[in-house]
């Protein structure tokens, strides 16, 4: 069983910087892709980024790209959202997924339904 738990949420000013993590446990990750998404209120779920856990290659939405980075610490079993120059519209429950899948060559990274483990999701608030 894979277990996520996201943390490092919180209040920041637009403009700032927040870190999110996602612990991840349960088996080996050398074949999973991870992903960020978030959800606002009374919106669909919404891709963020994913990373391959293997190779460490990454994937963005346009929205966030050049502000937002994931990352993943082999040594710690997590996996990092670096989020800088955050905007309001920003604002949103993050939730880290994982799916034992190779993301390289594929396009279904960025849809919510490929992902089979999902955490409990931590909010950020972007305040204007």
């Known amino acids: 069983q894979v277990q996520l738990v996201e943390s490092g949420g919180g209040l920041v000013q637009a403009g700032g910087s927040l870190r999110l993590s996602c612990a991840v446990s349960?088996?080996?990750?050398?074949?999973?892709?991870m992903g960020w998404f978030r959800q606002a209120p009374g919106n669909e779920r919404e891709f963020v980024a994913a990373?391959?856990?293997?190779?460490?290659?990454?994937y963005y939405a346009d929205s966030v790209k050049g502000r937002f980075t994931i990352s993943r610490d082999n040594a710690e079993i997590t996996v990092y959202l670096q989020m800088n120059s955050l905007k309001s519209k920003d604002t949103a429950v993050y939730y880290c997924?994982?799916?034992?899948?190779?993301?390289?060559?594929?396009?279904?990274?960025?849809?919510?339904?490929?992902?089979?483990?999902w955490g409990q999701g931590t909010q950020v608030t972007v305040s204007s």
């Open positions: 997924a994982a799916v034992n899948k190779y993301i390289y060559g594929s396009s279904w990274y960025n849809r919510d339904i490929a992902y089979g483990y």
């Open positions: 349960g088996r080996s990750f050398s074949s999973y892709a």
């Open positions: 990373i391959e856990w293997s190779s460490g290659n990454t």
